[in-house]
T-cell receptor
Framework: DAGVIQSPRHEVTEMGQEVTLRCKPISGHDYLFWYRQTMMRGLELLIYFNNNVPIDDSGMPEDRFSAKMPNASFSTLKIQPSEPRDSAVYFC??????????FGDGTRLSIL | DQQVKQNSPSLSVQEGRISILNCDYTNSMFDYFLWYKKYPAEGPTFLISISSIKDKNEDGRFTVFLNKSAKHLSLHIVPSQPGDSAVYFCAASAKEYGNKLVFGAGTILRVKS
């Protein structure tokens, strides 16, 4: 079975550019989560979806961040415009209700 | 407000000995706890979980203990192997908070051969 698939694995871009991170959850999972990991703040939840509907976006840092889930097999996290402080590893995870979340291998984002 | 705390940033253990990783939580509504293992350049991988109705759950070399009165859980790895060297995250959730997990900061485990 394929796990959670994230792309790209690495992204380096200049400040002010738009960044789009992609995630394909495990088939059949109806919850999808976006996390950000930094040295200072650890692993923090940004937003999560249930059945493609955003349920809690209280972790999204500011309006520059947006996330969508147009269908059950695809989600994007967009940063526009990007800033150096957005540099982090971004993880996507999926699960069923109250079962262990399965994580992708992350996107390492560097904003210069 | 850190609701889940892993107070030891790192732990070093000899191969074959027991590794004990600790986690404390403050929110009494948490009723489901998980441990994840993370290798560099990979995502966290689920290891073992425990529901608040239990005080122990075992899976091979891994055992998780839950002490609800102390709001404390621990992960025991016996015997420890060099391949267990990784970052270990404790996580907790509560029905009242939907399907969210709250993660601790992680503990780096080094198993020396």
């Amino acid at each position: 079975d394929a796990g959670v698939i994230q792309s790209p694995r690495h992204e380096v871009t200049e400040m002010g550019q738009e960044v789009t991170l992609r995630c394909k959850p495990i088939s059949g999972h109806d919850y999808l989560f976006w996390y950000r990991q930094t040295m200072m703040r650890g692993l923090e939840l940004l937003i999560y979806f249930n059945n493609n509907v955003p349920i809690d976006d209280s972790g999204m840092p500011e309006d520059r961040f947006s996330a969508k889930m147009p269908n059950a097999s695809f989600s994007t996290l967009k940063i526009q415009p990007s800033e150096p402080r957005d540099s982090a590893v971004y993880f996507c995870a999926s699960s069923l209700y109250r079962t262990p979340q399965h994580f992708g291998d992350g996107t390492r984002l560097s904003i210069l | 407000d850190q609701q889940v705390k892993q107070n030891s940033p790192s732990l070093s253990v000899q191969e074959g000995r027991i590794s004990i990783l600790n986690c404390d939580y403050t929110n009494s509504m948490f009723d489901y706890f998980l441990w994840y293992k993370k290798y560099p350049a990979e995502g966290p991988t689920f290891l073992i979980s425990i529901s608040s109705i239990k005080d122990k759950n075992e899976d091979g070399r891994f055992t998780v203990f839950l002490n609800k009165s102390a709001k404390h859980l621990s992960l025991h790895i016996v015997p420890s192997q060099p391949g267990d060297s990784a970052v270990y995250f404790c996580a907790a959730s509560a029905k009242e908070y939907g399907n969210k997990l709250v993660f601790g900061a992680g503990t780096i485990l080094r198993v020396k051969s």
